[in-house]
T-cell receptor
Framework: DSGVTQTPKHLITATGQRVTLRCSPR?????VYWYQQSLDQGLQFLIH???????AKGNILERFSAQQFPDLHSELNLSSLELGDSALYFC?????????????FGPGTRLLVL | AQSVTQLGSHVSVSEGALVLLRCNYS??????LFWYVQYPNQGLQLLLK??????LVKGINGFEAEFKKSETSFHLTKPSAHMSDAAEYFC?????????????FGQGTELSVKP
């Protein structure tokens, strides 16, 4: 158990719909990263938040958005869903130490768009 | 820009045999390197990490990896494979070295272990 929680575990929805994925980082971790894992693209970075502020964006579609709340949990919002958005979405939390930053991953949310 | 290449998308070994999973990296900053394992229908679990303290890094479940700067490699090994090692393995490099940042992953290597 990494200490990172994600809900829901599975999500089945229809094209055009909107969903929200939730992530709670490990206690004390200020960083939350979101990644998408698909068969054709592999593991791709989406977005990074640090202590409530957006720090970096990757290949995140305009239909996707995220935020990190004062209690440090984060939500990834996916709207106008398309079939190709079906994937496994992971969040990871990290804490910077003298050895750099290590990311610990949650169990993921498996999204199926029908 | 940082990148990772994993040689071999599938590796099959017999139980008790040596496991060798290959990873080569490219990094414009001193690299921070990681190996993660993903069991079926699960998240990524950290196996080990290289943070410049020692070139031979020991991880969980008997795995270790050696950082070789001259070869830009960070191969993962285990002397004796167990059936329970069957999983997908990902090598990753931190985008900003010791300053953290996103992880850039290789395409993954699926390890099969034959009885």
């Amino acid at each position: 158990d990494s200490g990172v929680t994600q809900t829901p575990k599975h999500l089945i929805t229809a094209t055009g719909q909107r969903v929200t994925l939730r992530c709670s980082p490990r206690s004390g971790d200020l960083s939350v990263y979101w990644y998408q894992q698909s068969l054709d693209q592999g593991l791709q970075f989406l977005i990074h938040y640090y202590n409530g502020e957006e720090r970096a964006k990757g290949n995140i579609l305009e239909r996707f958005s995220a935020q990190q709340f004062p209690d440090l949990h984060s939500e990834l919002n996916l709207s106008s869903l398309e079939l190709g958005d079906s994937a496994l979405y992971f969040c990871a939390s990290g804490r910077r130490t003298g050895e750099g930053e290590t990311q610990y991953f949650g169990p993921g949310t498996r999204l199926l768009v029908l | 820009a940082q990148s990772v290449t994993q040689l071999g998308s599938h590796v099959s070994v017999s139980e008790g045999a040596l496991v060798l999973l290959r990873c080569n990296y490219s990094s414009s900053v001193p690299p921070y390197l990681f190996w993660y394992v993903q069991y079926p229908n699960q998240g990524l679990q950290l196996l080990l990490k290289y943070t410049s303290a020692a070139t031979l890094v020991k991880g969980i479940n008997g795995f270790e990896a050696e950082f070789k700067k001259s070869e830009t490699s960070f191969h993962l090994t285990k002397p004796s494979a167990h059936m329970s090692d069957a999983a997908e393995y990902f090598c990753a490099v931190s985008d900003r070295g010791n300053q953290g940042g996103k992880l850039i992953f290789g395409q993954g290597t699926e390890l099969s272990v034959k009885p």
